[in-house]
């Protein structure tokens, strides 16, 4: 509360008794209630001069207190970055993982595949709010000529990252794998003992969503969380991180190829291959590539080859130098030795079948590859070996 000064009250019973004065002499009828108006407007004035003499600028109003932190603000959206955690199967030390949720099952993990598109997975590992569409299908992983085919059930489910507050805004399709005789054997070879319970597919590409296939859950995530994502590996973990990529001065962006049909968004579907120019000795090409996280060796399409390609048994020869590099001219991107090291995962194959090459898991630990699916890009970004 603010108190007049001795001076100030004095002032306000002078100008008082100047009203009463006025009033009987010039015989105006205050009312009770316009005098205790004027007094009252008096009072506050008096207050504010006795403000004024307290150092505030006369005449300016005072500000009002500043708002709590809590004020106006809103809490943060989602996490936008999935964890990743290295695994293993059997000879081959970078099988990358991720975990989740499946029809509001327990948290498991699931190999982490940047060359197929899809969430297939055991069905103990899959929770009681998933639906049985009554479709079933299967999927091949690997080349034609070799690799695995899974049988599964289609179902409907929530898909969420645990711990990151990332999830599916509606129910999803997803591949439930009954491990009878057939499947067991096929689901076994395909996870080995790295513990995953099944596989993520985001590669983009894929079918229609008129189709009765699987497509990447994370382009049904909803914007932003599904305009890309971008996987940046070492060999103990990494991250993939979701949303539209972000170039530096130093990634290497190329256009992806626009497929038939759209996604579910309404978005357009490209294809996942890139074109990429290796060379092994004396021997070069240039063709679509999958840059595959889920395939733990690098292969090479010697179909259009030009020059006679160092191989021994579908296998380029060991000490062949080979290099992975951007088309026109572009940056090289990999360099490596064919079989350098003691695993067979460090030789580079040979696919005489078809004119895809394949860039190994081993490419991502020395680049971060992104994916853009508003600009149809990829983005790879070279980064110091690790």
């Not at 909803?222 to 972000?246: E, M």
């Not at 290796?278 to 063709?287: I, L, Y």
């Not at 001219?329 to 005489?352: C, R, Y």
Request: hydrophobic share 40%; net charge neutral.
């Amino acid at each position: 509360m603010i108190h007049p000064t001795h001076r100030e009250s004095t002032r306000f019973l002078a100008i008082l008794a100047a009203v009463s004065a006025a009033t009987e002499a010039e015989h105006v009828m205050f009312s009770r209630r316009r005098l205790c108006a004027l007094v009252a407007a008096l009072f506050v004035g008096l207050t504010a001069s006795a403000c004024a003499g307290k150092g505030s600028v006369a005449g300016s109003s005072t500000s009002a207190s500043p708002p709590s932190a809590a004020a106006g603000s809103t809490a943060p959206g989602p996490a936008a970055t999935v964890p990743i955690t290295m695994g293993h199967q059997g000879s081959s030390p970078y099988r990358p993982m991720v975990m989740v949720s499946v029809g509001g099952g327990p948290a498991v993990p699931v190999h982490l595949d940047t060359g197929s598109s899809g969430l297939v997975l055991a069905a103990t590992a899959v929770g009681s709010g998933a639906h049985d569409t009554g479709r079933a299908s299967s999927v091949h992983y690997g080349s034609p000529d070799a690799g695995n085919t899974l049988n599964y059930r289609v179902a409907d489910a929530m898909v969420s990252f645990p711990g990151t507050g990332i999830a599916t805004p509606a129910p999803v399709a997803v591949g439930v794998i009954d491990q009878d005789a057939a499947d067991a054997k096929a689901f076994q070879a395909q996870n080995g003992d790295s513990g995953a319970q099944g596989t993520l597919g985001i590669a983009l590409g894929g079918p229609t969503p008129a189709s009765k296939e699987l497509m990447s859950v994370l382009t049904q995530l909803g914007a932003p969380h599904s305009d890309g994502y971008t996987v940046a590996l070492t060999p103990t973990g990494g991250t993939l991180t979701l949303g539209a990529p972000n170039p530096t001065a130093s990634s290497v962006v190329l256009p992806l190829t626009k497929a038939d049909g759209t996604y579910a968004d309404g978005r357009p579907i490209w294809e996942r291959l890139v074109t990429l120019c290796w060379q092994a000795g004396q021997s070069h090409n240039c063709g679509p590539t999958t840059l595959d996280t889920g395939a733990p060796a690098q292969k090479l399409s010697v179909l259009h080859a030009q020059g006679d390609v160092p191989q021994n048994n579908g296998v380029i020869a060991q000490g062949t130098r080979i290099t992975l590099a951007a088309p026109g001219g572009g940056p090289v991107l990999e360099d490596i030795t064919s079989g350098s090291g003691p695993t067979p995962d460090t030789n580079t194959k040979v696919n005489a079948i078809t004119d895809q090459s394949n860039s190994g898991v081993r490419f991502f630990l020395v680049n971060t590859v992104g994916f853009n699916r508003i600009t149809g890009q990829a983005v790879i970004t070279p980064t110091p070996a690790r």
